[in-house]
C-alpha cells in the first residue's frame, strides 16, 4: 500500500464540482481523480456530465472511461484504477478526488472493510438549498436532451444492446431507451407529450433521491464540511480553497498491484 496526500471535494449531483475542480485544477498544476460510479462507464458522457477531453485539458484526470456499458463494476476495481492514476503522477503532483459516490471515498481514505481506524478527515462538500438543487437539476436535464442525450444513448444501445446491472443504475439512460424510438439509420425520434414531460419528472424524481442519499452519506459518514456553492464557478473554486486552507489534504490510501483480490470487491 502507498499513501499520497489529496484534496477533497465531494458534493451532490448538479451541485457545481466539475466547473469549480476543473479551474483549481489549473491553477494548483493538480491532477484529478473522479469519484463518480457511472463516469466510469465508456460512452456515459452527457448524462454523467462528464467533462469532454477540451474541458480537461491542461490536468490529467483518472477515474473515468474505465469499462463498457456491459461490464459490471465495483468500488473495488476503482480503487485499482485509482492506484494506477496515482502511481502514474510525479510526487510533487497535487491530487484533487472530486465526485459524488461516497463509497469511492470510503474505499480511498479508509480502505473496502468500511470501518474508521482513526476518525474521518474533513471532506469539503458543496452545498446549496434542495430547491436550488432541483432547479438545477431540471435545467442540466432540458441542457443534457438538447446537446444530443437521445443520440448518445442511440449509439450505446446499438454497441451494447446489453447493459450491465451497474450501468444500468444510471441517472437517465434507461429512461430514454424506455421513452424513445430509434430508428435505423434515423434520429432518436422522443415520445409525444405528456410522455416527454413524464420521462424528464421520472429523471428529476431520480436525482433528487440520489441527491438525498449523497447528502446523508457525507454527513454521517464522513466530516462534511459543508461549502455553499455558486452559479458562478469561479466563486465556487473561491470558497472551496478556502475550505482547503483551513482542512489541509487528506490521506489517501491507495492498494499496491495485486493487493486486492481479482473478482468483484463491492
Known amino acids: 500500500m502507498f499513501q499520497r496526500d489529496a484534496y477533497l471535494l465531494a458534493g451532490p449531483t448538479a451541485s457545481g464540482k466539475t466547473g469549480a475542480v476543473a479551474i483549481l485544477a489549473r491553477e494548483l498544476g493538480a491532477a484529478v481523480l473522479c469519484a463518480d460510479s457511472m463516469s466510469v462507464y465508456r460512452g456515459f458522457d452527457i448524462g454523467t456530465a462528464k467533462p469532454t477531453p477540451a474541458e480537461r485539458e491542461g490536468y490529467a484526470t483518472g477515474g473515468i472511461d474505465l469499462a463498457d456499458p456491459c461490464e459490471e463494476f465495483s468500488a473495488g476495481e476503482w480503487l485499482r484504477a485509482a492506484a ?6 510525479p510526487p510533487s503532483a497535487p491530487l484533487i478526488v472530486s465526485g459524488g459516490t461516497g463509497l469511492y471515498f470510503s474505499a480511498l481514505l479508509r480502505g473496502l472493510d468500511r470501518k474508521w481506524a482513526d476518525p474521518p478527515p474533513a471532506c469539503p ?3 446549496l438549498p434542495r430547491e436550488e438543487l432541483r432547479a438545477r437539476a431540471a435545467r442540466r436535464i432540458d441542457a443534457m436532451l438538447a446537446a444530443g442525450w437521445p443520440e448518445e444513448v442511440a449509439s450505446l444501445a446499438r454497441r451494447f444492446p446489453c447493459w450491465s446491472r451497474t450501468a444500468s443504475y444510471a441517472i437517465g439512460y434507461a429512461e430514454i431507451r424506455a421513452a ?4 435505423e439509420g434515423s434520429p432518436p425520434v422522443p415520445p409525444p407529450e405528456p410522455a416527454f414531460s413524464a420521462m424528464k419528472e421520472r429523471m428529476l424524481v431520480r436525482t433528487m433521491r440520489l441527491v438525498k442519499h449523497q447528502a446523508t452519506w457525507f454527513r454521517h459518514q464522513m466530516r462534511a464540511v459543508p461549502v455553499p456553492a455558486s452559479d458562478d464557478p469561479v466563486e465556487t473554486a473561491r470558497r472551496v480553497r478556502g475550505a482547503w486552507r483551513a482542512c489541509g489534504p487528506a490521506k ?3 492498494p499496491d498491484p495485486g493487493e486486492l483480490p481479482a473478482e468483484k470487491t463491492a
Open 84 to 89: 494506477d492514476f496515482a502511481a502514474s503522477l
Open 180 to 183: 424513445y424510438s430509434f430508428p
Open 252 to 254: 489517501a490510501f491507495f
Open 125 to 127: 462538500v458543496l452545498d
